[in-house]
């Protein structure tokens, strides 16, 4: 008897949640788990992988019974713009400062998107890189720098905090 899946996206949606919850189980057991009354530093990431593993169970056999779309193309394109604005985030960080570096994530991320507009885009971007230097460096006080490290923008006082 051949197992047929009548719901291709949810069957391999529930295969990914295996997974996952699986990985996240297996690496907290080299924690120390406790018990539900003393928790350990394993016990939430374990007890978390195993209800995720138990629900992609679920869906997976769910997805054997129920009919569904089948899956779609995967597209590449996207998850590199949002994956390569978040790298280039982290390695210019330090050489631009939050203000231009938040700008061009915001900038790249939305390159990912078939509906890019750029007047929109670029009024989105200052403001989340605007509110993130106003919570994380002004608000929390995190060592961040707020402009590029070069001699002449060290007179500007906003980007000497």
Do not use: Q
């Amino acid at each position: 008897m051949a197992i047929r899946i009548r719901n291709p996206r949810d069957f391999w949606s529930g295969v990914m949640f295996v997974a996952v919850g699986a990985l996240f189980a297996g690496i907290s057991i080299s924690y120390r788990l406790g018990t539900a009354a003393r928790m350990g530093p394993g016990y939430f990431p374990f007890v978390l992988g195993a209800m995720l593993v138990l629900l992609g169970v679920v869906i997976a056999f769910t997805a054997l019974k129920t009919d569904g779309p089948a899956v779609d193309k995967f597209h590449w394109g996207p998850i590199f713009w949002v994956l390569g604005s978040i790298v280039l985030f982290g390695v210019l960080l330090k050489l631009t400062g939050m203000l231009v570096a938040g700008v061009g994530l915001v900038v790249g991320a939305s390159m990912g998107s078939g509906e890019f507009k750029r007047r929109e885009v670029l009024i989105l971007a200052v403001g989340l890189s605007v509110f993130c230097a106003a919570v994380f460096v002004g608000g929390l006080k995190l060592p961040i720098p707020m402009c590029p490290g070069f001699d002449y923008f060290e007179r500007f006082s906003l980007c000497r905090v």
